[in-house]
């Protein structure tokens, strides 16, 4: 099908890293991008990969395995305000974003 | 720029009832999307549009549907709405320059139907 997986919900504490997986279908595949969604809000763009490997973003890094149909998103020097929703999306071979459910994310003082 | 603007932010409708989910773009942006989330869900495409005068069904497109007369707008409309349409949609935008643009997103209506 075209699943994608991700963690229901982690809790992390303020200032570490954390690091949320996301595992796809792999046929088809045109990109996997990552979303921020805080409650009640529209999601926003954090990052996009095509390409294996690690794209740094600040305290964001995105990583890519196109073979092992999986990526990550981590989170260093967590803040209060990076409690949120996180979302995995997959760019079909139709050009069109099949996503995951989201992983929320608690930040603990 | 605004943005994507949505109207209106709540609505609750009857079963039966019809009503337009308003969306508007003010980055003459090419694409645009409806999305609904669901609680737990992963955001479903219901219908976009890649230009003015063209619209296409996404993944769930039963029971809505939409116009897209200029580049700015892009209306949903529910027709005889079902508590199964109770849900948060999003409409979103992105440039069409390229297939990988990231998606600018709406603010979300929220629509419980009773």
């Known amino acids: 099908g075209q699943n994608i997986d991700q963690p229901t919900e982690m809790t992390a504490t303020e200032g570490a890293i954390v690091q949320i997986n996301c595992t796809y279908q792999?046929?088809?595949?045109?990109?996997l991008f990552w979303y921020q969604q805080h409650a009640g809000e529209a999601p926003t763009f954090l990052s996009y990969n095509v390409l294996d490997g690690l794209e740094e973003k600040g305290r964001f890094s995105s990583f890519l395995s196109r073979s092992k149909g999986y990526s990550y998103l981590l989170l260093k020097e967590l803040q209060m305000k990076d409690s949120a929703s996180y979302l995995c999306a997959r760019l079909d071979s139709n050009y069109q974003l099949i996503w995951g459910a989201g992983t929320k994310l608690i930040i603990k003082p | 720029n605004a943005g994507v603007t949505q109207t209106p932010k709540f609505r609750i409708l009857k079963i039966g009832q019809s009503m337009t989910l308003q969306c508007t773009q003010d980055m003459n942006h090419n694409y645009m999307y409806w999305y609904r989330q669901d609680p737990g869900m992963g955001l479903k495409l219901i219908y976009y549009s890649v230009g003015a005068g063209i619209t296409d069904k996404g993944e769930v497109p039963n029971g809505y549907n939409v116009s897209r007369s200029t580049t700015e707008d892009f209306p949903l409309r529910l027709e005889l709405a079902a508590p199964s349409q109770t849900s948060v949609y999003f409409c979103?935008?992105?440039?069409?320059?390229?297939?990988?643009?990231?998606?600018?997103f709406g603010p979300g209506t929220r629509l419980t139907v009773l």
């Open positions: 979103a935008s992105s440039p069409g320059t390229s297939d990988i643009d990231e998606q600018f």
């Open positions: 792999t046929s088809g595949f045109n990109g």
